[in-house]
């Protein structure tokens, strides 16, 4: 699904299903040229990637207006243009505007102006039970003014873009039924006493 296609793909399931299992095996048999990143220091480390802000050169405050192409003395230096696919692992914490900051940062930069994510297949993994993205007080009014929910999910850039959506639904790391059923029960607010 990943490495035949340039179509984008979101990959979730609950925990233990094998979402980071599947990110490390597609990063380390891909024939793709790819960049592995992920929202925090700490999520990076887990998948031997790096953070967003980090690959893309963004400091903490970057918005849609402070976007620019690069320059290069030599295009042949241009990685992004070399890129085939961006996995983003924990894609729950990452906010709608920073999606729409990297997908305009990949039209100027990247190999087709015209596409979404400069015509590079973005592969996103996570869950959206789990962490939510950060949204500081200051934040707030500015998110809900341009989005309807500060989630990746609601960025501009969907608006365009076709993607596949994937749920793993197997859980391989509990296999006790009953705690699994608990932890299900959990995970979507159904718990009885």
């Known amino acids: 699904m990943m490495e035949h296609t340039s179509r984008s793909v979101f990959i979730t399931g609950r925990a233990g299903t094998g979402k980071s ?23 990076a480390l887990n998948v031997r990637g790096q953070t967003i802000h980090s690959f893309f050169g963004f400091k903490a405050n970057i918005t849609l207006e402070r976007i620019r192409k690069i320059r290069y003395s030599d295009e042949g230096n241009n990685i992004y243009k070399k890129l085939d696919a961006i996995v983003v692992d ?13 997908d305009k940062f990949l039209r100027l930069n990247g190999p087709k102006r015209r ?12 869950d959206l039970y789990q962490l939510p993205p950060v949204v500081t007080g200051t934040e707030k009014a500015v998110i809900k003014e341009l989005y309807e929910t500060p989630y990746f999910y609601s960025a501009g850039v969907f608006d365009s873009l076709e993607m596949e959506f994937i749920e793993l639904e197997k859980v391989y790391r509990q296999h ?3 705690f699994l059923n608990l ?6 607010n159904t718990i009885d006493e």
């Open 183 to 188: 932890l299900n029960s959990i995970r979507n």
């Open 115 to 126: 596409r979404p994510f400069g015509g590079i297949q973005m592969v996103f993994f996570g």
């Open 90 to 102: 924990e894609i729950s914490m990452v906010r709608a505007d920073l999606l729409d900051c990297v």
């Open 176 to 178: 006790e039924g009953q």
């Open 21 to 43: 299992t599947l990110l490390n095996y597609f990063r380390d048999t891909t024939g793709k040229s790819i960049a592995v990143l992920a929202p925090t220091g700490v999520a």
